[in-house]
């Protein structure tokens, strides 16, 4: 892995929400990579900046948020340095995402086929014949069927779990190198999320993709991702293989986020959970952004943001006290 390159790098992102009440720093430094083929998963609570990452990546923030620092390097360019004609061109190009709700994400007046057919006509060199067909190609090849027939109707004609795979084809049509998928199963039932995601995955392994993929769901994640990064207050907790992850949480919050699962094959009155709640932006503690929640907190997590340390090769955690958490 330390040999190859990276499709996505995102060096140090700083996004800043400047608003009456003063600016707060929703994602603070936060830095990852993915390379071609490669699933990095990220999690945590709402709130965490998960979603505030992807749109800035995408440079998609409305005001008053602003990117305030850092690099995002696609192939080793920095978007961030590009002019906002020549982000569009790579935007749905070579990197695409996918939303949470596609009822809130498509054009209710035009059809499946109308919004496809401008995506590839935006990018691609092609005449509307040619671009009907791509659009058919890509509604067949997420697995929708009577492709032909679906092309013609409104979002609204569809169910849920078709509008996601009519979003997966419209975010595929230009075969874009990286694919940032925002809980992208969340609206669905537990069936058509299994397919959603094995049609991720099918998709991935045909196109090569590196795949950003952010949830809440940790079975989800342990499903699809190679990598994890747990986010909490706009910041890395943790980041690891996802078997390693799993089998060795070091921080205190992925340990809780762990231990708030329900667990196959053992029987409970009652799950645990993670006392407290997410800080509001301006109250996050000095130092570690968990320490009102944190089992472990000692004074320096008050007062000193923690380190981020080596636990093995593929593996950093920040925190004072890590260690395989019970």
Same mark, same amino acid.
């Given at each position: 892995?330390?040999?190859?390159?990276?499709?996505?790098?995102?060096?140090?992102?700083?996004?800043?929400?400047?608003?009456?009440?003063?600016?707060?720093?929703?994602?603070?430094?936060?830095?990852?990579?993915? &390379?071609?083929?490669?699933?990095?998963?990220?999690?945590?609570?709402?709130?965490?900046?998960?979603?505030?990452?992807?749109?800035?990546?995408?440079?998609? =923030?409305?005001?008053?948020?602003?990117?305030?620092?850092?690099?995002?390097?696609?192939?080793?360019?920095?978007? $961030?340095?590009?002019?906002?004609?020549?982000?569009?061109?790579?935007?749905?190009?070579? =990197?695409?995402?996918?939303?949470?709700?596609?009822?809130?994400?498509?054009?209710?007046?035009?059809?499946?086929?109308?919004?496809?057919?401008?995506?590839?006509?935006?990018?691609?060199?092609?005449?509307?014949?040619?671009?009907?067909?791509?659009?058919?190609?890509?509604?067949?090849?997420?697995?929708?069927?009577?492709?032909?027939?679906?092309?013609?109707?409104?979002?609204?004609?569809?169910?849920?779990?078709?509008?996601?795979?009519?979003? =997966?084809?419209?975010?595929?049509?230009?075969?874009?190198?990286?694919?940032?998928?925002?809980?992208?199963?969340?609206? $669905?039932?537990?069936?058509?999320?299994?397919?959603?995601?094995? $049609?991720?995955?099918?998709?991935?392994?045909?196109?090569?993709?590196?795949?950003? &993929? =952010?949830?809440?769901?940790?079975?989800?994640?342990?499903?699809?991702?190679?990598?994890? $990064?747990?986010?909490?207050?706009?910041?890395?907790?943790?980041?690891?293989?996802?078997?390693?992850?799993?089998?060795?949480?070091?921080?205190?919050?992925?340990?809780?986020?762990?231990?708030?699962?329900?667990?196959?094959?053992?029987?409970?009155?009652?799950?645990?959970?993670?006392?407290?709640?997410?800080?509001?932006?301006?109250?996050?503690?000095?130092?570690?952004? &968990?320490?009102?929640?944190?089992?472990?907190?000692?004074?320096?997590?008050?007062?000193?943001?923690?380190?981020?340390?080596?636990?093995?090769?593929?593996?950093?955690?920040?925190?004072?006290?890590?260690?395989?958490?019970?």
């Amino acid at each position: 892995m330390e040999n190859r390159v990276p499709t996505l790098k995102v060096q140090n992102l700083e996004t800043t929400f400047f608003l009456k009440s003063g600016p707060f720093r929703a994602v603070k430094g936060l830095s990852y990579e993915i &390379f071609p083929g490669e699933t990095l998963g990220i999690v945590g609570e709402s709130g965490c900046g998960k979603s505030v990452t992807s749109l800035a990546v995408m440079q998609l =923030i409305d005001n008053p948020g602003k990117i305030t620092g850092g690099q995002i390097l696609l192939d080793g360019q920095d978007l $961030l340095k590009l002019p906002t004609a020549q982000m569009e061109d790579v935007r749905g190009a070579k =990197i695409a995402m996918i939303f949470q709700e596609p009822m809130t994400a498509l054009n209710p007046v035009l059809t499946i086929g109308q919004q496809i057919d401008e995506q590839v006509l935006r990018h691609e060199k092609v005449s509307n014949d040619e671009a009907r067909k791509r659009s058919i190609e890509m509604l067949s090849l997420v697995g929708i069927p009577s492709p032909e027939e679906r092309y013609g109707n409104y979002p609204h004609q569809l169910s849920g779990g078709m509008r996601q795979r009519a979003m =997966i084809a419209m975010a595929l049509s230009c075969h874009p190198k990286v694919l940032i998928a925002d809980e992208p199963t969340t609206a $669905l039932d537990v069936t058509i999320q299994a397919q959603i995601l094995e $049609l991720f995955q099918t998709l991935q392994k045909k196109f090569n993709m590196a795949v950003q &993929f =952010i949830t809440h769901d940790l079975g989800v994640i342990s499903e699809v991702s190679d990598r994890v $990064l747990v986010m909490y207050g706009g910041q890395v907790c943790e980041s690891a293989p996802t078997q390693e992850l799993f089998n060795n949480p070091q921080h205190p919050y992925t340990a809780a986020l762990m231990n708030s699962r329900p667990k196959l094959g053992q029987r409970t009155k009652r799950l645990q959970t993670i006392e407290g709640t997410v800080p509001a932006p301006h109250e996050f503690p000095k130092g570690c952004p &968990f320490a009102n929640r944190c089992p472990k907190v000692t004074q320096i997590c008050w007062d000193v943001p923690p380190p981020v340390t080596q636990v093995s090769p593929q593996h950093i955690v920040a925190c004072y006290h890590p260690g395989v958490q019970k």
